[in-house]
């Protein structure tokens, strides 16, 4: 479906890609993540053909982006682009009037859109009487209204409560099981975790690493994550290390690699005569792999992990 080869983008001496390269299959959704300004915007624009590369290629169902590949995508940008004091459906009908639909079919797909999206009961209600969930709903309607073959999601939950989350996660997945082929750009590990296919891990503008979770999983040599709670860290550093525990510091949290399931007995037996406070388990996750991935050039020695200022939030990644 979109093939993207070489890419090339630079504002003066700042280079924003450097040859970045993937392709998103037909009817899948694949997740490209990423800190600001990775390059993940800056990807976007050159696909709706916002913006022009300076080397490389991007090619819809085998054609150069280009005016006649604009009708072929639909884009959810990160801001809800609505015009607050008109109804559901005169917004739905100004949008399908730029993609120039028919007049003919232009009620028929106001309708399809809002029923899509269970907003059906709120055609006639003004954006700006809506919740902030209602509002991402419409302006994914929006993006469907002219029928598009590719639909671009940035940052489609960010600022969403659960419940609305969880609404938008069921409509992405209905759009996928229609057969549409979907780019999502997420700051949120789960949500990328329960929707993508394969993921692309971009950072200054490279793509890093590209698979399917279990695939970039392997970047762990790990069966499970231990987190422990101690007040003599560098000896439980030494400790995990002689065992051949891998050590890491995700935020305030002590972790260690472990290449072996072991029952919570065998862990701390492991850690003989360090005074334990507390012990978690937990398994290997997307947040785990990407850190991993983002900060591979910055690690340092694993003796010196006490002191590194990764942080990782329980959904969403924070880089100091």
């Not at 899509?116 to 709903?137: F, I, K, T, Y």
């Amino acid at each position: 479906m979109l093939q993207i080869a070489g890419l090339c983008k630079a504002y003066g001496d700042r280079p924003l890609l450097q040859t970045l390269s993937f392709e998103i299959l037909a009817g899948e959704i694949y997740g490209l993540l990423g800190p600001n300004g990775a390059g993940k915007t800056t990807t976007i624009n050159l696909i709706c053909g916002l913006l022009n590369a300076d080397a490389g290629r991007i090619l819809i169902q085998g054609q150069p982006v280009a005016a006649a590949t604009k009708r072929w995508i639909g884009v959810v940008p990160q801001e809800n682009l609505l015009y607050r004091s008109l109804t559901c459906a005169e917004n739905l009908a100004f949008f399908a009037q730029i993609y120039g639909l028919p007049r003919s079919i232009r009620r028929q797909r106001i309708q399809a859109c809002l029923e899509a999206v269970n907003l059906s009961d709120r055609a006639h209600s003004p954006v700006e009487s809506l919740s902030g969930g209602m509002q991402r709903r419409l302006s994914l309607a929006v993006a469907l209204v002219h029928q598009p073959q590719l639909v671009i999601l940035d940052e489609p939950t960010t600022g969403l409560d659960i419940e609305a989350r969880y609404e938008v996660w069921q409509l992405i997945r209905s759009l996928q099981r229609q057969g549409m082929t979907i780019l999502l750009t997420t700051h949120l590990l789960e949500e990328a975790e329960r929707l993508c296919q394969r993921l692309g891990i971009l950072k200054q503008g490279q793509l890093l690493a590209e698979g399917t979770l279990s695939q970039l999983r392997q970047r762990i040599p790990a069966k499970e994550i231990v987190v422990l709670e101690t007040a003599d860290e560098a000896a439980a550093i030494e400790r995990g290390q002689q065992q051949g525990f891998t050590p890491r510091r995700y935020g305030s949290d002590l972790a260690f690699w472990i290449p072996e399931t072991l029952d919570l007995r065998q862990i701390l037996d492991c850690f003989a005569g360090i005074a334990i406070d507390s012990v978690s388990r937990q398994p290997v996750k997307l947040e785990h792999i990407y850190i991993e991935i983002t900060q591979a050039q910055q690690r340092r020695s694993p003796a010196a992990v006490s002191n590194e200022s990764t942080l990782i939030g329980s959904n969403q990644i924070y880089l100091s």
